[in-house]
């Protein structure tokens, strides 16, 4: 039986198997810029942030449809239960769909279809965060949240995600205010690829719930300090610090270090089928590449509700 858990840092486009994203391709006439399953794998081989993103936002050209949503979304789940995932907080990009034509609306009633089937059929429970794109304007982030008034009631958060250097969290100031008065709860990446300044700029000037990596912290003492006072959750995601080369090997990766230091650490995918696992995988590899120990790790499953949007007594049926 794998370990209950709660998943809160999920992107739900990077659960994008290359097997789905052929059999959509087809499905839409799409034609992609790869041969076959085996040539678009061999391509995840990233050299940074941005070059995963290039390809991310390229391959997302297949999903065009509510049922593409559904469908998707429904993959993820089924992947997810079996890992142990009792309940998952999914981001979702509007502004990556939106700027192909895809009608916001397609986007979240074919993501709720699946989340609204997911409880019955998987036994998972869900919450959506819509996310801004930080490499794009403010402007556009506000139009993304006016053009999300008619769904709200499917969203629970909104979050900052894309090209962390260069783009900080005080450029959406204006439309995390906007969000909280509409009685969304926040979150922010900070602290991925950009320094960790943008993890107190997330706190200090978006009032960020939760820290979305925030591995850079680590370079920060007094940082560190504030976040383990505060218990700020921080959603860590090793394999994409691996794949996206953040760090060198995930034997240095700082998850142990961070957890004794007093930071309230949860574990993730990122984007699964990306990084090379889910995160039952990511739980096994950070186990055998840091030596956790079976404590450390039901600490992980633990703080991984606790860091969740959930209620108490449904925090409390999840687990
Ligand atoms: N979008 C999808 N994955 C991301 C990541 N690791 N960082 C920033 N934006 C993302
Ligand atoms: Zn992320």
């Given amino acids: ?78 992947r997810a239960a079996a890992q142990g995932v ?5 981001f ?26 997911a409880e019955r059929r998987h036994g998972v429970s ?20 006016e053009s999300a008034k008619p769904h ?22 204006e439309v995390y205010e906007a969000a909280a008065a509409l009685g969304l709860r926040k979150v922010a990446h900070a602290g991925e690829e950009g320094p960790a300044a943008y993890v107190r700029e997330a706190l200090d000037v978006l009032g960020v719930e939760r ?4 591995l850079r912290c680590m370079e920060d003492p007094e940082l560190v300090e504030r976040l383990a006072r505060e218990r700020v959750p921080l959603t860590l995601c090793p394999l994409s610090n691996l794949r996206l080369r953040v760090i060198d090997l995930l034997e240095e990766h700082p998850l142990a270090r961070m957890m004794d230091a007093g930071l309230f650490c949860t574990v993730n ?5 990306y990084f090379g696992g889910y995160v039952g995988d990511t739980f ?18 633990r703080n991984s509700f606790e860091a969740s949007f959930l209620e108490d007594d449904e925090e409390r049926r999840a687990r």
């Fill in 284 to 301: 096994h590899a950070v186990r055998e590449a840091l030596g956790l120990s079976e404590d450390r790790l039901r600490e992980l499953a």
């Fill in 152 to 173: 709200l009631h499917r969203i629970t958060a909104v979050g900052l995600d894309s090209a962390e250097a260069g783009n900080p969290p005080s450029k959406f100031r």
């Fill in 86 to 90: 009792r309940h998952a907080e999914i």
């Fill in 126 to 145: 869900t919450r959506l965060i819509m996310c801004f794109l930080r490499d794009q304007s403010a402007d556009s982030a506000l139009e993304t949240l």
């Fill in 269 to 273: 995918s990122d984007d699964p089928a």
């Fill in 92 to 117: 979702f990009d509007p502004q990556a769909h939106t700027a192909r034509g895809v009608p916001i609306g397609t986007v979240i009633e074919g993501l709720a279809t699946a989340l609204d089937a």
């Fill in 211 to 214: 820290i979305d990596h925030g």
């Fill in 1 to 78: 039986m794998p370990l209950p858990k709660a998943e809160l840092h999920l992107h739900i486009e990077g659960t994008l198997e290359p097997e789905l994203a052929f059999a959509l391709a087809a499905r839409n006439g799409v034609t992609l810029p790869f041969k076959d399953t085996e040539e678009l794998r061999r391509a995840y081989d990233f050299r940074d942030l941005q070059s995963f993103l290039d390809l991310y936002y390229g391959l997302m050209a297949v999903l065009r449809t509510e049922d593409d949503f559904a469908e998707l979304a429904d993959a993820y789940l089924t």
